[in-house]
DNA sequence: CGCTAAAATGAAAGCGCTTTCATTTCCGGA
DNA sequence: TCCGGAAATGAAAGCGCTTTCATTTTAGCG
């Protein structure tokens, strides 16, 4: 008791916010309870819990997760690095990704790459520097620097958006070749003269275009051409592509976007130019955003589930922060979804 | 050079990642002078700024931010909350505020609160856990708990998109109530018999809403019906509403829509009723999303430039944080895109 | 050359927590 | 009533940096 009130009356005006140390005090307890109180109530008896968290209540303490991330070595932080997330494509799983991070105690730590590897290497070591229990990145292609650093700071890392048999870590996601082969069949079985691809140049568009164009090579005769654009690609580059294509002449084509932007730009330009849609011209969208159902004709495109990749990267990075196994490699599912442009 | 060598004969296996003491050691200097050469380049002697520049390139030596962040006070982290990333309507924000606070060396702690206030007080705890040098927001409208924690944790706070006279801290943004007005004058010169507002019920919404009755109610005599939904307001909702608003027959019809997307959907359920659009239903929407240049016929709308109030909003909280004097509220412009739908 | 101010470096303390490990308190059974 | 183990609490050290403040070096100048 005489403690107590030894230690009540020499408290200081607590200069700046509270400390667990004030709390401490003020709960007439040591700092450590304080802190057990905090992060593993169980260890505290009823009592004493309910008289700390009076105090905590009373004086708005927030503790200081620097603090404890530096003394724990863990900050329930888990970083991400996407290209953008107003390109749509990403937004969904951050969204996702966000979601079930939090609901475990974690907080998100935001990159935007622009789809630029040096940046995801600066973005990299800005992220390691704050010491997050996790990482995710965005694709399987990274510079070597990336790499080393990411593997030698040895925490758990997810990439996401595709699919590989030699990850980092871990991946979650779908191979992009495969996608692009899918489409090629599903136009091939259309029958058209023409086939073309036209869409973004990061990694995974081109392994689209990869699987696009070898899938058709075997059976087509005819050139195929492909017309490339800086990521993202937007709604003009689509419609001049087409325009490109249509102004070769030749007969009825079918062109693969390399996302739903770039195809609705190109079913626009279409649509200008009088053609038939999907008889003279047929197109195939990426990514089945929100729009493609409204776009005149309605876009067949192929569907993801965007927010699906992030729900799962989270259960991946979260599971291994555990300890527990995870699959290295979870591959998600992806579909042609047929409307009326293809 | 004796001492030099002790220390480095002496060095232990370098447990777990590298420290600042490490890199001390096998430069052959103390702690303060790698930490100087770290962030005070300028102070160190060229010679040693360079032997110890080595060491770092050699170890991939990455310095703890929480141990900095905790001595130092200042973690160069700020926090955004904001509704949602997928929405669109401030992905572009983020986009914009990341890469202001990215070239400044500052780094972006997201949050994304649904359009839920408890959420939003949740995440603003969980935030202030970190001691972000700065805290952005959504919005003016908070619960009073936020609000008290937010000042008590005296750090600088920019909310964004809205205006207000009295902002907690800082603002950046524009007056809904102000759009919702002008879009009632723009339909208002149009000349039509009736008059209806569709969209969501987010605070932001609801003074657009009230803006646009409000300018009408001294005009017309008509009721002005208004149909509230959920945010975020989706394609579906607009058809169904202006379904209703059909549904009740009279003349021609003016809509303002909370945002692009619901007045898509509105928009296309004109067309597939047969209805004239501008001229028997005209629709305006809000946004000026990517699509609304496309849809059929095109989106007349208000535009704002999303990606500027990041950019602003970034701005403020700089200089705030610089310690320079920043303008309370920072208005952001907004039009009307006049299209074919109005 | 010696002196002085400026430049460069270092020693020590401490930021606010968590982690052992040690100690005290509590409780049920003999 | 006393004892042993479990439950509850505490003391001390330390996480990896930055911040004074003190000390040493360097350079400029008469």
Request: charged share 20%.
């Amino acid at each position: 008791m005489m403690t107590k009130r030894e230690k009540n009356t020499q408290q200081p005006p607590l200069s700046g916010p509270a400390t667990l140390a004030d709390i401490a005090r003020l709960a007439g307890v040591s700092p450590v309870t304080v802190s057990r109180a905090i992060n593993t109530p169980k260890l505290v008896k009823p009592r004493t819990l309910e008289a700390i968290e009076r105090v905590i209540a009373k004086t708005g303490y927030v503790p200081n997760l620097l603090a404890g991330g530096l003394a724990s070595r863990r900050t329930r932080l888990i970083a991400a690095i996407v290209p953008s997330v107003a390109s749509t494509i990403f937004a969904e799983t951050i969204e996702g990704l966000n979601a079930e991070l939090v609901s475990a105690g974690y907080q998100l730590l935001l990159g935007l790459s622009g789809y630029d590897l040096n940046r995801e290497l600066e973005l990299t070591r800005a992220i390691l520097a704050r010491r997050p229990d996790g990482i995710i990145l965005t694709g399987i292609t990274h510079m070597k620097e990336t790499r080393a650093m990411l593997t030698g700071a040895g925490l758990p890392i997810v990439e996401i958006w595709d699919s590989t048999p030699s990850p980092l870590d871990t991946a979650v996601g779908f191979s992009h070749y495969d996608v692009g082969a899918l489409v090629a069949e599903y136009l091939l079985a259309k029958g058209h003269e023409r086939y073309a691809q036209i869409g973004a140049n990061d990694p995974r568009a081109r392994q689209r275009r990869d699987g696009f164009v070898s899938r058709l090579a075997g059976i087509t005769t005819v050139e195929i051409p492909a017309i490339e654009m800086n990521s993202p690609s937007t709604f003009q580059d689509g419609r001049e592509a087409l325009g490109q294509l249509l102004d070769r002449g030749g007969g009825s084509l079918a062109v693969f976007g390399s996302s739903d932007v770039v195809a609705h730009g190109a079913l626009t330009e279409a649509i200008a130019r009088g053609c038939r849609v999907p008889e003279d011209v047929a197109i195939v969208g990426f990514g089945d955003f929100d729009f493609a159902p409204h776009t005149y004709p309605p876009l067949t495109t192929v569907r993801i589930d965007r927010r699906m990749i992030g729900t799962q990267a989270a259960r991946s990075i979260l599971r291994k922060i555990s300890g527990e196994d995870v699959a290295s490699m979870v591959e998600v599912d992806f579909e042609i979804v047929r409307r009326g442009s293809a």
